[in-house]
């Protein structure tokens, strides 16, 4: 029998009605016993640090959440943090960072509908969640709708759909059928938990429309030590703008260049109006990484070094499946 520890930390699956609309209300206790064919394969210990629609999940929480998977690691099999829906891709990647190199499966799920709706996707989501995290050797992931995402790679798609789970630039890991695991991509294999407990939150995105002011540029820059630019297509910076890049490149901060396009990633060495910037300023781009994994591997990144070089250097190693370039 698996021993595992649910973190309960709010969200849609967890809500009921208020008069002023769902909220989280129901304890992990409330939430086990909408899912008792669990006690058939694993033995569930429940956790509930906070409440809260995910909308107001902040850095300081994947913190915290990181901290109570260390501090019990050594004591379960895996982990199954359920967590609302709008910010799950963001807490899955910062905990993809935060705990690397993990064999102990550590999943994150959620619902579209609170557990006590009769349509809900909650009870399925829960009780795959726990069968995947009872399964052995994997990452930090999403196990939604059947499908198990790498945590790197997820993001929202859907905003009610039951299929609200999209994986970006790679396949699933594995699907989540019936109650039997098929897995798509072998286990890459875990050189055992790094725990990491520091972020420099000091990460801004800026995502460019035409017209922008570059009074927005640069007091985007300004608040931030590492500003990430959702630019167009492949990449590039429009004209107006170099000017208060070049300010930004002296005063030492870190640019990445990305692209609001939500497939295939960036390739700033296609067009002048990215090469010319990427040679000049030394800028990093995301190429196939998310930008949920863009933003929370750069406040990663910027809380272990202000070495130019070994920002560039960890921006760019590969982790939990997050980049293929
Ligand atoms: N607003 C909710 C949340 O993110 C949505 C959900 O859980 O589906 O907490």
Redesign the pocket.
């Known amino acids: 029998m698996k021993k595992i520890l649910l973190i309960a930390t ?4 967890a ?1 009921t009605k208020t008069d002023g609309g769902l909220a ?1 209300a129901l304890s992990p206790q409330q939430l086990l016993r909408h899912v008792p064919d669990a006690q058939a394969f694993c033995q569930v210990d429940a956790q509930q640090p906070m409440n ?4 107001n999940i902040s850095p300081q929480h994947w913190l915290e959440l990181a901290a109570i998977i260390e501090k019990n690691y050594s004591a379960y099999d895996g982990f199954v943090v359920c967590h ?5 891709a963001y807490s899955a990647a910062a905990l993809s960072y935060l705990i690397q190199g993990t064999r102990k499966p550590i999943v994150l799920t ?3 509908r609170p557990i006590d709706r009769e349509d809900t996707d909650a009870r399925q989501n829960l009780l795959d969640s726990l069968r995947f995290a009872s399964a052995g050797d994997s990452g930090v992931c999403i196990v939604f709708g059947g499908h198990v995402i790498a945590g790197t790679r997820a993001r929202k798609t859907r905003t009610k759909s039951y299929n609200a789970f999209s994986s970006i630039n790679f396949p699933d890991l594995a699907e989540v059928r019936d109650q039997r695991i098929v897995r798509f991509i072998p286990w890459a294999g875990g050189s055992g938990p790094r725990f990491t407990h520091k972020l420099n939150t000091r990460v801004m995105l800026l995502k460019l429309i035409p017209g922008l002011p570059p009074g927005a540029f640069s007091a985007a820059g300004d608040l931030c030590d590492g500003l990430i630019i959702e630019s167009y297509g492949v990449g590039g910076i429009p004209d107006a703008y170099l000017g208060q890049l070049e300010r930004l490149v002296a005063l030492g901060k870190t640019i990445v260049l990305a692209t609001q396009v939500p497939q295939e990633g960036s390739d700033l060495s296609i067009y002048q109006v990215g090469h010319r910037v990427k040679e000049r300023y030394q800028l990093l781009e995301p190429y196939d990484m998310t930008l949920e994994s863009t933003v929370t591997k750069l406040m990663w990144v910027l809380g272990q070094t202000t070495q130019p070089e070994e920002v560039r250097r960890l921006f760019y190693t590969p982790i939990n499946y997050d980049l293929l370039f």
């Not at 709010?10 to 699956?13: A, E, H, K, L, S």
């Open positions: 709010g969200g849609t699956i809500s989280p809260l629609d995910s909308t609302g829906t709008d910010t799950l959620g619902a579209q």
